[in-house]
């Protein structure tokens, strides 16, 4: 019996039972649909968390830090605490798989504009670091590299302004600071302890005077409104050299504050960092990395940690979410089975007129393994159409009552497409399985004599 013969009688048998093909397809349907929807919410679980986990930083940065001398910053000697200068920066940067390798100079300071006056802390960077940071630019550029102190604001930096006359800030008034960052001059103030404490009189009776103000122009304003939140948004970048360079002068002969000093309470000539940047080239080389710079005695984090967990934890989801709907498509299979069975006892004579003219065994096995085929590619079609609408309602209703905040929580990619349709196919065809062979053992004089 040729292919398309086959076909044509399996087409031919289902739509003879037009209700009973259609109910055993709706069942096909559902499991699949509950399959894929289930399937889809654990990868965009997966997806929007691995985003999430982006913002914070990347997957291939590494945040080294070691905290640990600031308060030990006095000693010497034997018992000199190990710290973070250019030599363990040059060193971190010479490992295999290293990029950039930036220190990080963190000074805290005071802005004034008008009557509004704030606090943050500027961030020290070399210009390679700035470059990889992938910071989005709403206005100016990054911190230049010709020597000058130029600023970069977040675009949250504002909110930490706030008005010196009522003391309220803008998360208690929801009102934006009148302040212009890119194009009114900011005054700042490096000395914060000799601000406060200006007008008061020091241990020989002389009055402190009020510190310097400096006006420090700004380069740029990074993307985005007070409402967005991005992992720098809060943050102040400056070119380390630059930024150098105006400390000595602020600070001349003096501790610069956050520096360690010598045993006497001398400021060493070199600076110390707290932190250093490192971005590797590959998030498989991270763990590396990370190892090699712990294994040099200091702390080291990545937001690869993160997502391992993040992964491992999707993942047990995303079994639980698909053991749910394959379910589904288990009830769908055993009514593919219910609806082959009777089929069969139905056209047990036909079968037996069959196998007397001498057809091969083998297309009736295929004729019905095709019927319970043609149940699963249909209902698993319709079921993957149904699956895509129920999804598009989901993320848009969760987008709404999240503000934006979840786009898609349910994400269904090509390739889930595809297995889910195959898959609908397989589970027709082996329920069909069974029934097939069933229907090649019958004796043919038996089912002739049928009734």
Not at 24 to 34: H, N
Not at 139 to 151: F, K
Not at 343 to 357: A, F, N
Request: with cysteine; charged share 20%; aromatic share 10%.
């Amino acid at each position: 019996m040729r292919y398309l013969d086959l076909l044509r009688m399996s087409a031919s048998n289902l739509l003879r039972r037009k209700l009973r093909t259609a109910l055993t397809v709706l069942g096909v349907i559902i499991g699949t649909a509950s399959i894929v929807v289930m399937v889809s919410l654990g990868l965009g679980l997966r997806q929007s968390s691995l985003a999430q986990i982006e913002e914070y930083g990347g997957l291939t940065t590494i945040n080294v830090n070691n905290y640990s001398w600031y308060y030990d910053s006095s000693s010497s000697g034997d018992d000199e605490p190990k710290r973070i200068d250019d030599a363990v920066v040059e060193e971190i940067a010479a490992l295999p798989h290293v990029e950039v390798a930036s220190p990080i100079l963190n000074v805290s300071v005071i802005a004034k504009q008008g009557i509004y006056e704030g606090w943050f802390q500027i961030q020290g960077m070399n210009q390679e670091a700035l470059q990889k940071m992938d910071i989005d630019i709403a206005e100016g550029e990054l911190p230049p590299a010709d020597g000058s102190l130029q600023l970069f604001y977040g675009n949250q930096v504002i909110t930490n302004f706030y008005n010196a006359r009522t003391n309220e800030y803008y998360w208690e008034t929801m009102e934006v600071p009148d302040v212009d960052l890119m194009n009114d001059p900011i005054f700042l103030i490096f000395d914060t302890d000799a601000y406060y404490q200006s007008g008061s009189t020091d241990m020989n009776g002389n009055t402190i005077a009020p510190p310097k103000k400096y006006i420090i122009p700004t380069c740029g304003l990074m993307e985005g409104d007070l409402e967005t939140y991005k992992e720098n948004c809060n943050s102040v970048f400056a070119d380390i050299e630059a930024l150098k360079t105006q400390l000595k002068k602020v600070f001349k002969n003096k501790v610069i504050p956050g520096q360690p000093t010598t045993k006497s309470g001398k400021p060493y000539k070199e600076f110390y960092y707290e932190e250093v940047y490192v971005r590797v080239d590959d998030m498989e080389h991270v763990q590396e990395i990370q190892q090699a710079i712990q294994d040099m005695g200091f702390n080291a984090n990545s937001n690869a940690e993160w997502m391992e967990q993040t992964q491992s934890q999707m993942g047990m989801i995303q079994m639980v979410l698909g053991g749910i709907g394959a379910v589904s498509l288990f009830v769908a299979a055993i009514g593919i089975a219910n609806t082959m069975m009777m089929s069969i006892y139905e056209r047990t004579k036909e079968i037996g007129i069959i196998k007397v003219l001498g057809c091969d065994l083998r297309n009736i096995r295929s004729m019905f393994l095709l019927e319970a085929g043609f149940i699963g590619f249909f209902g698993g079609l319709i079921g993957l159409i149904l699956s895509e609408a129920i999804s598009l309602v989901i993320n848009s209703v969760v987008s709404q009552a999240s503000d934006g905040y979840y786009a898609q929580l349910s994400y269904i990619p090509i390739w889930l497409i595809l297995v889910s349709l195959v898959f609908a196919v397989l589970v027709g065809m082996v329920a069909g399985f069974f029934p097939a062979l069933r229907a090649m053992k019958l004796s043919p004089l038996a089912a002739i004599r049928n009734e």
